[in-house]
């Protein structure tokens, strides 16, 4: 054949993912550390993947990591799951509680990847939308649970691309006003200090994401995981694909958690810089940044400046942020992440030029 019979039918408006990842002197577009993994940790992680045999399965669920992770946060191993990215672990909760006639219930803007997976297993969307500072529309999201049909939920905590935190006891309440699986994404909960973990010991419905991929410099490794009950976490095992964290990720994986407080430091001058940031753009005329718990800050641009052209102005200087311009709720919105002092000050200088 010189065609092809078309694709599955809720493929036709999905666009393939792309971060718009283009190389730049200053990268601060996709919420990664500015630093790479400590030259001594390298060190020993070259050691440990020297011993890794290649031609063997790997661990399919990473029992070891299982255990490290479990030991931190007061947990058996098999309240603990961990994935190919977070992003897999996204994709498994729609597989296992999404699907045809089945609901899912979204809070944007907010991280994209949700409302795809949900899309690519013909689950039911419902949108309640962020209220225009973006915190989270409380009494219409319980009022909406409340009615039994939503089959499960993500909330973001920080928020991406907003940077504001989830009040604890909303999700307590969202927990109670039905048995909706509630996931909380704490992509970013190294840098906000705040974690839901407590309510694991009560509430059966709620899971936790988490990620290596931003506070722990390893997004170009794939890991991370998630925090929930054993029935809960059962289920995401039988969806998941069974060696999808191959073992030089664990290797590493295990030698970074095991020294996660030689990154305190960095996460640190993170949050200073944020706070750094966030003035000096307030302080900008036409220039409006959302408070933020996370490594990145959201800002508008004000009446008469175009997002777009500021977006490849900065490029054009050597600048990579993210546009969400063209998003909705999001609009004339670009969000820059945090970096090292030197990044920082370069693009606060480069903003300032291109909107002068
Ligand atoms: C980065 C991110 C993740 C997970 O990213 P991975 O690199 O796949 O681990 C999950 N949720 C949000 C909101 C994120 O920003």
């Not at 289920?235 to 305190?264: G, H, M």
């Not at 200073?272 to 940031?277: D, S, T, W």
Request: charge should be negative.
């Amino acid at each position: 054949m010189n065609t092809v019979r078309p694709a599955a039918p809720q493929l036709a408006d999905i666009e393939p993912y792309d971060p718009k990842y283009i190389p730049a002197e200053v990268m601060i577009s996709a919420n990664e550390n500015a630093h790479d993994v400590p030259f001594e940790l390298r060190r020993e992680i070259e050691r440990e993947v020297r011993k890794v045999a290649f031609n063997r399965y790997p661990d399919p669920l990473a029992n070891d990591l299982r255990d490290l992770i479990a030991e931190a946060n007061g947990l058996d191993r098999d309240q603990v799951l961990m994935g190919n990215g977070g992003d897999e672990l996204l994709f498994d909760m729609a597989l296992a509680w999404g699907g045809p006639g089945r609901t899912f219930l979204n809070m944007p803007p907010t991280f994209s990847v949700y409302k795809n997976n949900a899309q690519l297993t013909n689950t039911a969307i419902v949108d309640v939308p962020r209220l225009p500072d973006f915190s989270i529309d409380e009494e219409a999201v319980i009022a909406r649970l409340a009615q039994g049909d939503i089959d499960y939920t993500i909330v973001t905590s920080p928020n991406n691309p907003s940077g504001n935190r989830v009040h604890t006891a909303f999700v307590q309440r969202m927990l109670e006003a039905a048995d909706t699986l509630v996931m909380v994404d704490e992509a970013y909960f190294e840098f906000s200090r705040h974690t839901v973990r407590h309510l694991l010991n009560t509430y059966e419905n709620l899971i936790i994401l988490r990620t290596f991929s931003k506070a722990f410099s390893l997004a170009g490794v794939r890991m991370g995981y998630l925090l929930g009950s054993e029935n809960v976490l059962r289920e995401f095992k039988k969806v998941r694909q069974p060696y999808s964290v191959d073992a030089v990720s664990q290797a590493i994986a295990r030698v970074v958690y095991a020294n996660r407080s030689e990154f305190e430091r960095g996460i640190e001058q993170i949050i200073a810089e944020r706070g750094r940031v966030f003035d000096e753009l307030n302080a900008m005329e036409g220039v409006e940044a959302f408070p933020s718990d996370a490594n990145y800050i959201l800002f508008r641009l004000g009446e008469g400046i175009d997002a777009g052209e500021v977006w490849q102005r900065l490029l054009d200087a050597g600048v990579l942020v993210r546009d969400f311009s063209r998003s909705a709720g999001l609009e004339n919105c670009l969000r820059v992440s945090i970096g090292a002092p030197e990044e920082n000050t370069r693009f606060l200088e480069e903003l300032k030029a291109s909107i002068a």
